[in-house]
């Protein structure tokens, strides 16, 4: 049966490359985040409004949150492999489908890109919106492209080389709980006065969590870039000198490289929720800042996501020789 289940992880991959994320369609993500919502919601009544309160409410939050992410889908699985297996490889298949995001990473950011091409600032401006949490309204054409960039490099870790990892290694079950860090992580492990304190548990596990698959997509995303023939031996110099260039300890891992392996300049000063956030700039401007560097921070992210995909095959052969 374990055999049986390894199919569902090549199916996903396959179905979200083909696929993606079609518009409207149910979202195991979107069902977390309702949840950490109303999680969210029942625990700020519940505990004091002070600073220990909102740190011990944001424990419960994280908690809860994984208990039930993890527990869910376990229980559904379990049941459904009892009544009758083949739906119960449908339901991994389907939960492998949906937690990486390969071809909606590159959908969206190429939404960007389309509307640039096309002259339209504006719509560049609301598109490079959907997909980054800074402040996107006065950003100029070189702000919106550096941002579709910043985003597709840092989330081909945590959007693509994770998810991938964690699936292979815990089945959809290990892919939904790093899928609910992440969300948790997206929505409330913000610095900011609403979350300073509330979000502490969920910034602090996302950065455990991420620690090793940052710097692992970083050292893939290299490799990536020596085969679709960027500069690799400037991502290489660039993630030595940079990859630390970031609030997060995670973050700048696979920007450095993408900065270096395109030969542009990333990061620097931010706007997020109408407050001017002070950063160092990731690169070296060896590369004029246009469009088209969009479609190649995606051909990089592509070539990362192969080689994670070939990686996490291999792990769970030899994870499932060693068990079985």
Known sequence: MPYIFFTALIGGFVLDLLIGDPHGFPHFVILIGRLITALEKLLRKIFPKNRGGERAAGVVLVILTLLL????????????????LPAAWLFELFLCWQIPAVRSLRTESMKVYEALKKGNLEEARYAVSMIVGRD??????????KAAVETVAENTSDGVVAPLLFTALGGCVGGCLYKA??????????????????????????DIVNFIPARLSALLMIAAAAL???????????????????????????ESVCAGALQLQLAGDAWYFGELH???????????????????ANKLMYATAWLTFGLGVLL?????????
């Open 69 to 84: 992410s993890g527990g869910i889908p376990l229980f559904l699985l379990l049941l459904l492999a009892r009544i009758w």
């Open 136 to 145: 996107t309204a006065n950003l100029t054409a070189e702000g919106v492209i």
């Open 181 to 206: 860090v992440n969300t948790m992580d997206s929505m409330v492990g913000y610095r900011n006065e609403k979350y300073r304190y509330f979000g502490t548990a969920a910034a602090k596990l996302d």
């Open 228 to 254: 679709t023939g960027f500069d690799v031996k400037n991502a290489y110099r660039i993630f030595r000198r940079d990859r630390l260039k970031h609030a997060s300890p995670n973050s700048a891992q696979t």
């Open 278 to 296: 002070k950063k160092p700039t990731i690169g070296d401007p060896i590369r004029q800042v246009t469009p088209e560097a969009i479609p190649d």
């Open 316 to 324: 769970r052969l030899l994870l499932l020789a060693v068990l079985f």
